[in-house]
């Protein structure tokens, strides 16, 4: 079964500094990752996707992952924090059960961004 | 513009009493699902639907209900809501069953007193 464990539930940076958001999944087959963000009284956005091409994926808003097979991870980066990057954070693995659309979510990082 | 909406937004009401959230997507996608949102836990998903007429449960479907009659519509029926049921609900839709992204609407936040 597949699974994600976000190593940190909160992460408070100053901006124009780095982000680092740590996800670690399991599976036993290829997976599919995803990042998705939600802010405050929203939906989730889908900030960015890894389906086995390049591992290093680039995605909106100036954020990219990089998938590492040999340490199950799928970390999310940001070189300079900005003020609107505040928000809550999910890893999230595709489901390969049952041929249908199932996201499995990690339990979130929340984005603290300081002046 | 291309959506998912959800109504209501918010909600405040007592246990036992049957509410319906409803969930409307304009892209003609043929995958909706409903999500509960709980601190700590993610999402976690109560129910989807593959195509109209076609339902199945998730991870945390016991006290919900669906229904797909018409591809555009998904509402997720609480027959007799219990306080356990707080929670924050998402609506989620895609094209097919296994493309992304998912569209998700904005949320509705459901109090069971």
């Known amino acids: 079964a597949q699974s994600v464990t976000q190593l940190d539930s909160h992460v408070s940076v100053s901006e124009g500094t780095p982000v680092l958001l740590r996800c670690n999944y399991s599976?036993?087959?290829?997976?599919?990752l995803f990042w998705y963000v939600q802010h405050p009284n929203k939906g989730l956005q889908l900030l960015l996707k890894?389906?086995?091409?390049?591992?290093l994926v680039k995605g909106i808003n100036g954020f990219e992952a990089e998938f590492k097979k040999s340490e199950t991870s799928f970390h999310l980066t940001k070189p300079s924090a900005h003020m609107s990057d505040a928000a809550e954070y999910f890893c999230?693995?595709?489901?390969?059960?049952?041929?249908?659309?199932?996201?499995?979510f990690g339990a979130g990082t929340r984005l603290a961004v300081h002046p | 513009e291309a959506q998912v909406t959800q109504n209501p937004r918010y909600l405040i009401t007592v246990t036992g009493k049957k509410l319906t959230v409803t969930c409307s997507q304009n892209?003609?996608?043929?995958?909706m699902s409903w999500y509960r949102q709980d601190p700590g836990l993610g999402l976690r998903q109560i129910y989807y639907?593959?195509?109209?007429?076609?339902?199945d449960k998730g991870d945390v479907p016991e006290g919900y209900k669906v229904s797909r009659k018409e591809k555009r519509n998904f509402p997720l029926i609480l027959e007799s809501p219990s306080p356990n049921q707080t929670s924050l609900y998402f609506c989620?839709?895609?094209?097919?069953?296994?493309?992304?992204?998912?569209?998700f609407g904005d949320g509705t936040r459901l109090s069971i007193l």
């Open positions: 989620a839709s895609s094209l097919r069953p296994r493309n992304q992204p998912q569209h």
């Open positions: 599976s036993s087959y290829s997976p599919s």
């Open positions: 890894y389906t086995s091409a390049a591992t």
């Open positions: 999230v693995v595709r489901a390969t059960s049952g041929g249908y659309n199932k996201l499995i």
């Open positions: 892209m003609n996608h043929e995958y």
């Open positions: 639907s593959m195509n109209v007429e076609v339902t």
